[in-house]
T-cell receptor
Framework: QKEVEQNSGPLSVPEGAIASLNCTYS??????FFWYRQYSGKSPELIMF????GDKEDGRFTAQLNKASQYVSLLIRDSQPSDSATYLC???????????FGSGTRLSIRP | EAGVAQSPRYKIIEKRQSVAFWCNPI?????LYWYQQILGQGPKLLIQ????????DSQLPKDRFSAERLKGVDSTLKIQPAKLEDSAVYLC????????????FGPGTRLTVL
């Protein structure tokens, strides 16, 4: 079992719709969770981080964390073509206190 | 504010050769990270420095990889000798504290080993 799992996609969403990206993790003691966006050929950039159960909203982005289910998601409202990218989920491993990335989900917003 | 600088941006070498990458973090950032990102995968943390001390290098293949951060500023990552499976983008990142929510990535160095 991978430590951080994501569906590789591609996930195709029409412009203006809600894109839902999901991530599961294996370490029940993980405390910190991150979503990064990575455009093709570019380096990752942090979009959101969340530490507590529930929702955290920032503009069109909402991160959702459910520690009991070991599940974190990212919702993108009013999807734009510029949101087309790979989205990386990352988790801080509780035992080693280091960051572990998933392989990413490729999102494509179709006009 | 200038971002994280890396050089070279691209490097092609043959297996068994040596290669070195350079990183200059954002001014004042105490923590520096090196990641390896293989095509189709997420970044893998190789080594983390706090000033010029190593915080974590548990995923650094120490038989061939080495890294140093002299004077707590610039850093170099070296591979000697390179293998085909080392082909990847090597990303440097820095943060003011040891908090990952303040981490900024450089543009990366794309290494191809033939």
């Amino acid at each position: 079992q991978k430590e951080v799992e994501q569906n590789s996609g591609p996930l195709s969403v029409p412009e203006g719709a809600i894109a839902s990206l999901n991530c599961t993790y294996s370490d029940r003691g993980s405390q910190s969770f991150f979503w990064y966006r990575q455009y093709s050929g570019k380096s990752p950039e942090l979009i959101m981080f969340i530490y507590s159960n529930g929702d955290k909203e920032d503009g069109r982005f909402t991160a959702q964390l459910n520690k009991a289910s070991q599940y974190v998601s990212l919702l993108i409202r009013d999807s734009q073509p510029s949101d087309s990218a790979t989205y990386l989920c990352a988790v801080i491993n509780s035992s080693a206190s280091k960051i572990i990335f998933g392989s990413g989900t490729r999102l494509s917003i179709r006009p | 504010e200038a971002g994280v600088a890396q050089s070279p941006r691209y490097k092609i070498i043959e297996k068994r050769q040596s290669v070195a990458f350079w990183c200059n973090p954002i001014s004042g950032h105490a923590t520096l990270y090196w990641y390896q990102q293989i095509l189709g995968q997420g970044p893998k943390l190789l080594i983390q420095f706090q000033n010029n001390g190593v915080v974590d290098d548990s995923q650094l293949p120490k038989d061939r990889f080495s890294a140093e951060r002299l004077k707590g500023v610039d850093s170099t990552l070296k591979i000697q000798p390179a293998k085909l499976e080392d082909s990847a983008v090597y990303l440097c990142a820095s943060s003011a504290s040891s908090s990952y929510n303040e981490q900024f990535f450089g543009p990366g160095t794309r290494l191809t080993v033939l």
